[in-house]
């Protein structure tokens, strides 16, 4: 058994040309859960390493666990190479402009030629149709996709605080290829893949474009909607602080009344069931916020949560790095850096038999791993033409 410790994706070797964060994030799943993931940089490394402003933590968060080859694949010489290491892999993951890896000679249908046992991931921005060759970023799917009006207030779009597409559409990918190699345990060929940002987008407005279809009416945005419970918001309350509160029942309606001392509330006929209250939700809210202004947030958390009662501060994500349930819960992890430093980094947010894949190897510096990989000569079974197949 490897150095992975049985990890369920141990012995499969991934061979990447990324760069962002959707194609390493579908890179960084594969190798938490045990694969071999060798990223491969032009000289002079991943620019994606120097980005700056918010851009600054994308190489530390989707590319640990990986080792670092540094290509040129602009060249004779560099192209031989990956392709010699793409031919001892079970993976190739790709997310660089439509049609590039084909002008090199790197698509799937000519790999699959030499290599057929080859599962290739290609992450863009629209599957094939009348987009597929627009470029595309997070923020212009968001818009296209319905998200930026959905976040937004009424007449000002909004995109959403985080790259949610790229980071779904690597685990789309990565879902992929666990599909793959499954199937190329019973068939012995691999497939091409595809992952795409608009169509990713399109499934996270799907219960919107739902809603519209079975309503006729146009959904309105998030600040706008018409909640289905009354109490459903977030508050001010003392000193200024920010607090989410819900009461989706009328026994957690009765609850919140008897934390905020409020049994007029509780007790009024006109606000027995929830669809009464949500036809009087102005009013209630703005009565309820009058009364939560005069309390405190720590005391307050802790009768809410006393209550059993869903409440939740507004968090900066400075402040979730020290979050106590993401460290004791093990979620939130030492990873040594490229320059040698120490950072904090999420790991996936899942158990798998009681334990969470975790952090293996330091942040491979640039071409930290070229001699190491490129020095190996002796060719590997998976994708070679002659191979029988075998499980993944």
């Not at 007790?267 to 027995?272: F, I, T």
């Not at 402040?319 to 120490?342: I, N, R």
């Amino acid at each position: 058994m490897s150095e992975n410790n049985g990890l369920p994706l141990d012995g499969v070797r991934v061979v990447e040309f990324t760069h962002m964060v959707m194609g390493p994030t579908c890179g960084m799943i594969l190798a938490d859960l045990g694969a071999e993931v060798i990223k491969v940089e032009p000289p002079g490394g991943d620019k994606t390493r120097s980005l700056p402003g918010l851009g600054i933590g994308f190489f530390r968060s989707f590319n640990r666990n990986k080792k670092s080859v540094v290509l040129d694949i602009q060249t004779p010489e560099g192209l031989a190479s990956a392709r010699e290491l793409i031919g001892a892999s079970d993976v190739l993951i790709e997310n660089f402009r439509p049609g590039l890896m084909e002008r090199l000679g790197l698509g799937h249908e000519a790999l699959s030629r030499d290599f057929p046992r080859l599962i290739t991931v290609s992450h863009k921005g629209f599957l094939p149709g009348p987009y597929e060759n627009r470029l595309a970023l997070d923020e212009v799917v968001q818009n296209m996709a319905g998200l930026t009006y959905m976040t937004g207030p009424p007449g000002r779009p909004l995109r959403a605080g985080s790259s949610v597409n790229d980071i779904m559409g690597g685990m789309f990918g990565a879902i992929g290829v666990l599909a793959a190699l499954r199937e190329r345990e019973r068939t012995g060929r691999g497939q091409a893949i595809q992952s795409a940002l608009f169509e990713n987008c399109c499934l996270l407005a799907a219960q919107h474009m739902q809603q519209f279809q079975m309503t006729g009416e146009v959904p309105p945005p998030f600040p706008a909607r018409v909640s289905a419970w009354s109490v459903y918001d977030t508050f001010e309350v003392a000193g200024g602080d920010q607090l989410f509160i819900g009461a989706v029942s009328d026994k957690q309606f009765l609850a919140l009344c008897g934390v905020l001392g409020r049994d007029d509330l509780a007790g009024d006929p006109d606000l027995a069931t929830n669809t009464q209250r949500v036809a009087r939700r102005p009013a209630l809210l703005a009565e309820l916020g009058r009364t939560l202004r005069a309390h405190a947030i720590d005391a307050l958390c802790e009768r809410l949560q006393a209550a059993g009662l869903p409440y939740a501060r507004v968090v900066r994500p400075d402040q979730l790095v020290a979050d106590e349930h993401l460290l004791q819960s093990g979620g939130l992890v030492p990873m040594v850096t490229d320059d040698g430093d120490t950072t904090q980094v999420v790991l996936l947010p899942l158990l798998m038999g009681g334990r969470r894949p975790g952090v293996r190897h330091p942040l491979a510096a640039v071409g930290e791993h070229t001699e190491e990989v490129l020095g190996r000569r002796t060719p590997s079974p998976r994708a070679s033409p002659n191979a029988s197949p075998q499980s993944a």
